[in-house]
């Protein structure tokens, strides 16, 4: 079965095309003034914090404990978790996997014409309870066992800013800037998966530096590329739902003819 743009949905993908448009140009124009990365350091934070969050709850929902949970000025992060047999693999699929499930996530959320306060609000949640949980009370109570004190200061700096500014952008602006944060939001979490996967990729392939593909491919035998390769290829799947699920119809009365 054909699948059409929805007429529904014009408005709906100019503003993510508009979201894409600043954020491929910010990109561009960041070769050029590397000042101008900063407008954007805030949302690669948003990101990691999306990535380390998936692998915390990964862990919770398998009965495992999560001894701490940080995030790097360098975009990095990282979550130690006690974990073994088939509770391992999901924790350490979880980071680029939920991630994309999360731009997916949005991308339905706005299809539907969801509250886009109520989605920035939920965010801020997200962040705000995995700063709290897992970045301060876990690694406070396990005596900063593998984290030091200026990561777990940094995380919750940064997480519970992360959080009011959610909270304040949907609480405050108006509704045309909050749907545009949001869809700014979404893109920000595709591209940042993306490009951790090519940079899992090249770490995996010519460093051999400590990753969720490493910890893989030491835990089940298969080497890191095939991990790679099925994420990127289940990353990929969900993107293509996301989008047909955001942009398109089946019913033939929602197609839009154009003229010539």
Same mark, same amino acid.
């Given at each position: 079965m054909r699948y059409s743009l929805a007429a529904d949905t014009r408005p709906q993908v100019s503003l993510l095309l508009t979201a894409i448009a600043v954020s491929v140009g910010l990109w561009v124009v960041s070769w050029f003034i590397p000042f101008v990365d900063y407008l954007v350091y805030p949302l690669q934070l948003f990101a990691t914090f999306v990535h380390e969050g998936s692998h915390a709850l990964a862990a919770f929902l398998t009965g495992n404990s999560v001894e701490s949970l940080t995030v790097s000025p360098d975009g990095s992060g990282a979550v130690w978790s006690r974990a073994s047999g088939i509770s391992a693999l999901l924790i350490s699929s979880a980071g680029y996997l939920g991630t994309t499930a999360f731009w997916t996530l949005l991308l339905v959320w706005m299809r539907y014409t969801f509250s886009s306060r109520l989605a920035l609000y939920l965010s801020a949640?997200?962040?705000?309870?995995?700063?709290?949980?897992?970045?301060?009370?876990?690694?406070?109570?396990?005596?900063?066992?593998?984290?030091?004190?200026?990561? @777990?200061?940094?995380?919750?700096?940064? +997480? $519970?800013?992360?959080? !009011? =500014? &959610?909270?304040? #952008?949907?609480?405050?602006?108006? *509704?045309?800037?909050?749907?545009?944060?949001?869809?700014?939001?979404?893109?920000?979490?595709?591209?940042?998966?993306?490009?951790?996967?090519?940079?899992?990729?090249?770490?995996?392939?010519?460093?051999?530096?400590?990753?969720?593909?490493?910890?893989?491919?030491?835990?089940?035998? @298969?080497?890191?590329?095939?991990?790679? +390769? $099925?994420?990127?290829? !289940? =990353? &990929?799947?969900? #993107?293509?739902?996301?989008?047909? *699920?955001?942009?398109?119809?089946?019913r033939p009365s929602e197609t839009v003819f154009l003229e010539s």
């Open positions: 949640g997200f962040v705000g309870t995995m700063t709290i949980l897992f970045g301060f009370i876990a690694p406070s109570w396990n005596l900063l066992a593998n984290v030091t004190l200026l990561s @777990v200061v940094f995380t919750v700096i940064s +997480g $519970l800013f992360l959080t !009011i =500014s &959610l909270a304040a #952008i949907a609480r405050f602006a108006t *509704l045309r800037w909050v749907n545009f944060a949001l869809a700014f939001l979404a893109v920000q979490c595709l591209l940042n998966a993306i490009f951790s996967l090519k940079s899992l990729f090249l770490i995996s392939t010519f460093t051999g530096q400590a990753s969720d593909a490493a910890n893989m491919a030491a835990a089940t035998g @298969v080497p890191s590329i095939f991990w790679i +390769g $099925l994420w990127t290829v !289940i =990353s &990929l799947v969900m #993107i293509g739902a996301g989008i047909r *699920l955001y942009a398109t119809s089946r």
